[in-house]
């Protein structure tokens, strides 16, 4: 993948690249949360796949069900 915004394609929809700023920012909108509560709820995860990822952000209390 790209590293820059400007020339990045569609992200793998089961896989969230933490290290990829663009990557983060379009999964924080995509979930209507902030850049920060996704690497929290990455960290809760302990996963890159984006369902985990999820659950762990609605645990967390970040996205409502």
Known sequence: MPDTLNQHTQ???SLI?????W???YWAKKWNISEEALHMAAKQA???SAEKIHDAA???GLIDR
Do not use: C, G, Q, T
């Open 46 to 48: 302990r996963s890159s």
């Open 23 to 25: 990557e983060v920012i």
């Open 11 to 13: 992200p793998e929809r």
């Open 58 to 60: 609605i645990e967390l």
């Open 17 to 21: 690249n933490m290290h990829e700023k």
